[in-house]
């Protein structure tokens, strides 16, 4: 079964930066997506950022393109989220899972994806 770990998140000011760590652990094969999600309170879980796990063009919703960019280093089993010009709005716990699936279907679908780990929170405020 596929385990994720997140790490990284933190206390910011609007406009600063933070990176974001995901160690995951599990047969995964270069098919699989990864995919970096967020949930702020009372809010549905969103997707933010996904990639394919063996390369390719990346997917982020308009709320971030620009901002967050997606990477991932497949010797270390680690995927990265880098993340500039934080706004309050980007508060968030952050997670990160993988699945099989189309790119964009990843983060667009993300109450289909079954894999969590425990999230990190990402606060962004004055």
């Known amino acids: 079964q596929l385990q994720f770990a997140e790490s990284g998140g933190g206390f910011v000011q609007p406009g600063g930066s933070l990176r974001l760590s995901c160690r995951f652990s599990?047969?995964?094969?270069?098919?699989?997506?990864l995919g970096w999600f967020r949930q702020a309170p009372g809010k549905e879980r969103e997707g933010v950022a996904c990639?394919?796990?063996?390369?390719?063009?990346?997917w982020y919703p308009d709320s971030v393109k620009g901002r967050f960019t997606i990477s991932n280093d497949n010797t270390k089993n680690m995927v990265f989220l880098q993340m500039a010009n934080l706004k309050a709005e980007d508060t968030a716990v952050y997670y990160c899972?993988?699945?099989?699936?189309?790119?964009?279907?990843?983060?667009?679908?993300?109450?289909?994806?079954?894999?969590w780990g425990r999230g990190t929170q990402v606060t962004v405020s004055s």
């Open positions: 599990g047969t995964m094969s270069d098919h699989y997506v």
């Open positions: 899972t993988a699945d099989i699936t189309t790119v964009s279907a990843m983060c667009m679908l993300p109450t289909m994806r079954e894999n």
């Open positions: 990639i394919s796990k063996g390369g390719g063009r990346p």
